[in-house]
């Protein structure tokens, strides 16, 4: 194999250019919404956690939310079980795929898709060789990769493309070819699933069709977990070839952006509405909560409970402050404390709630 640039091929679909234009028309609701940056600050933390979730248990981990968040929150002890490092290892990734985002003098290429692969394998056995192409065969499933020779000439054409500002073809679709090439060439002996799906949200963060990171789509596969099998499939074939078809992929993946990215419009329009309605009638029967308190507020309206520890956090008050202020909030009714004090937390009084669409 020589390496000249790689050329995808596929069909743009009905489906696709539906889902497409749907996209553009969501893709100005996002970016126009009303929302501040400290709440838009939450909303991304909450996706951030979810993106970790998903791209996680699509691979087979367990752990769910509000696991991942408290693991988020807290300083990593000593000693993590493999879930648990899987997350840490997918949250940090991520935290370096939303800085990569913002480089544009940072090429999308070879080593940027070889360290997706070292982030996302940080401490695992160096049997697997995190980060450097595989030296040996691997299958996956009913499909037969590539052989370990071709695999460097194959992610040098790959990346030729990624870097290529000329190729005309629509980020969500480039996006989507990122990761069903990766996954087809599967050039790693793990961590293949994360790499391209981290490298797929890279794409699409850098070309503007981040949504401002308010995204978590690796959630949303993993609850479309036969569907999202069985597209790569469709595609991919039984063995690996430039060839292949990638158009099935491209509609399972364009179709449910445009469905996931209307689910995100719908629920930060609803949480909107919500909190405007929640700040009105606070403000009407309890004139005295300070800032701290209303924020508190908003935060467990968004994330549905609250702890002392993100109280702390989002408000920056000191520990003897968040107790006497979340005190305040249960004894006004409008908090209700749960479970005992080192796993204390706090859901909204149900009057304070509203109606979720």
Known sequence: MNDKIFTPHFRTTPLIKESLEALDRSRWLVEGMLITPKY???????AAVRRAVGTTRIEGASLGVEAVAGLAQRAQPAKLSEDETAN???????????????????PIDELVVRELNRHFLRGASEILTPGAYRKGQNTVGGFTPPDQGDVPPLMRSFALWLRDESDTTHPVLRAAIAHLHLVAIHPFWD??????RGLAALVLQRSGYGFNRLLSLEYHFFEQ???YYAAIARSAGKTFTLRYDA???LNFFASELSKHVQHVVASLTDWHRRMGEMQERVAKEHAGLNSRQIDG?????????????EYKEITGASPLTSSRDLAGLVKSGLLIAEGRTRGRSYRLAERLRGKST
């Open 297 to 309: 507020l908003i935060y467990a309206l968004q994330s549905g409970r609250l702890k002392p520890s």
């Open 247 to 249: 158009t099935p992929f």
């Open 191 to 196: 961590g293949n699933g994360r790499t391209a």
């Open 40 to 46: 838009a600050t939450w909303a991304r933390r909450a």
């Open 225 to 227: 977990r036969p569907g």
């Open 88 to 106: 840490v290892n997918a949250l940090e990734t991520y935290e370096w795929i939303d800085y990569l985002s913002d480089q544009r003098d940072i």
